[in-house]
């Protein structure tokens, strides 16, 4: 069966310094991925998706990048945290129209 | 524009009672629309997807509809359970786009013993 993974669980970063969140999937080949963020007491905002190895959609101009290197991990990065980069993360792949999510990683940018 | 309205307000139901869970959509042509629980802390679940064709769906004590003239889906928990309190998200596809959902903010449902 399928299972994907998110770590870390929880994160404490400053203003300014640099985030990588890490993502993969197990248990299927090829899947479409995708980067959500959820702010605190608001819907999920999709951020990223990809279709294959290097192949990157973003959906929001932001300070946020994302990459896949390998077929089963999608990484979320960025050179300088926001205050407003605070939220849960969430990454999901999808199986023809359904979608599942990973546990997600709670950040909290001080 | 497009939006997804759920109702922001949290429904407070008592144990046993049928919850009903609405979901309004306005310029959105969705050719399905699906329906997600999520728990505090935890990453949203897949529950049951209803397509245009389809005027009801059920499983188990969930039941879903599906009005494309009135762009409204309504979920419906019946003998609701303390265990259902949840945020629940509906979701459908953008008018363009590859494989892509967008959410509604959810409801939040509380089920009292």
């Known amino acids: 069966s399928q299972t994907i993974h998110q770590w870390p669980a929880t994160l404490v970063q400053p203003v300014g310094s640099p985030l990588s969140l890490e993502c993969t999937v197990e248990g299927t080949s090829n899947p479409n991925l995708y980067w959500y963020r959820q702010a605190a007491g608001r819907g999920l905002q999709l951020l990223f998706y990809?279709?294959?190895?290097?192949?990157i959609s973003s959906e929001v101009p932001q300070n946020l990048s994302a990459s896949r290197p390998q077929d089963r991990q999608f990484i979320l990065s960025s050179k300088k945290l926001l205050l407003s980069d605070s939220g849960f993360y969430l990454c999901?792949?999808?199986?023809?129209?359904?979608?599942?999510f990973g546990p997600g990683t709670r950040l909290l940018v001080l | 524009s497009q939006k997804i309205e759920q109702n922001s307000e949290a429904l407070n139901i008592q144990e046993g009672k049928t919850a009903t869970l609405t979901c309004n959509y306005t310029?959105?042509?969705?050719?399905?629309l699906q329906w997600y629980r999520q728990d505090p802390g935890r990453g949203p679940v897949f529950l049951l997807l209803i397509r245009e064709n389809e005027k009801e769906k059920r499983k188990e004590r969930l039941k879903v509809t599906f009005d494309t003239t009135l762009k409204q889906s309504l979920f419906h928990i019946t003998a609701s359970q303390p265990a259902d309190s949840a945020t629940y998200l509906c979701a459908l596809p953008p008018n363009t786009g590859f494989q892509k959902l967008v959410f509604g903010t959810g409801t939040r449902l509380l089920v009292s013993p």
């Open positions: 990809s279709v294959g190895i290097g192949q």
């Open positions: 999901a792949w999808n199986l023809q129209e359904t979608q599942y």
């Open positions: 310029n959105y042509s969705p050719a399905y």
